[in-house]
């Protein structure tokens, strides 16, 4: 898992034909997400709440502002410590 940092200025255009699934999640505290992974990368925009998440074997922290990305196949969990709502987009393979 990386944190992304965002740029100000974000060509939106440039994602209009890319292939992807797209989402939004809440869970309330004390949800246990079990390991999982997906063929997809995953891009995750933490809106509100703490979660904390073990991916690649590390271990973080989440909250609202929090962007995320997970690469494909790789294991991850999570543990919501105050209610979460999130956003993502899993982006398809060519």
């Known amino acids: 898992m ?3 940092t965002m740029s100000e ?7 209009s034909a890319l ?3 797209i989402g939004q999640l809440s869970f309330p505290a004390g949800t246990v997400l079990p390991p999982n992974s997906h063929e997809q990368d995953e891009i995750s925009f933490i809106h509100s709440g703490v979660l904390r998440a073990v991916s690649g074997g590390q271990s973080y922290t989440l909250r609202g502002g929090d962007v995320t ?8 969990e999570a543990e919501v410590l105050e209610a979460v709502t999130l956003s993502y987009v899993l982006l398809e393979k060519p």
């Open 9 to 15: 200025s974000v060509n939106v255009g440039e994602f």
């Open 2 to 4: 990386e944190r992304l």
């Open 19 to 21: 292939p992807a699934r």
């Open 69 to 76: 990305l997970i690469p494909a196949g790789e294991v991850h």
